[in-house]
């Protein structure tokens, strides 16, 4: 099993950025891909950004452009940088990893407000 501890979230104004960290721990060995995912009220769990081991990225229409992954797997840490955020961007953030099994694991989530 994969652990999963994300930091970074907060408040920010529309135009702001933000950058979140994701920290695994445990089974790394078998991860395959990590990324992010998030959830508005109301709304559906969407994949925001993910990165495969071989570097290969995938983003949401919604942030291309505005939103940058990064991995740093010395430390076993995926990044988010956000930058432009809009309002319709505010949503708890979560961390998830993938194994070659297709396990996902995820993060307790991270509270990313942005006011107009």
């Known amino acids: 099993q994969v652990q999963l501890v994300e930091s970074g979230g907060g408040l920010v104004q529309a135009g702001g950025s933000l950058r979140l960290s994701c920290t695994a721990s445990?089974?790394?060995?078998?991860?395959?891909?990590m990324g992010w995912f998030r959830q508005a009220p109301g709304k559906v769990r969407e994949l925001v950004a993910r990165?495969?081991?071989?570097?290969?990225?995938t983003y949401a229409d919604s942030v291309k452009g505005r939103f940058t992954i990064s991995r740093n797997n010395a430390k076993n840490t995926v990044y988010l940088q956000m930058n432009s955020l809009k309002p319709e961007d505010t949503a708890v953030y979560y961390c998830?990893?993938?194994?070659?099994?297709?396990?996902?694991?995820w993060g307790q989530g991270t509270q990313v407000t942005v006011s107009s």
């Open positions: 998830n990893s993938e194994t070659i099994l297709l396990r996902n694991d």
């Open positions: 445990g089974s790394i060995f078998s991860i395959n891909s």
């Open positions: 990165m495969t081991n071989s570097g290969r990225t």
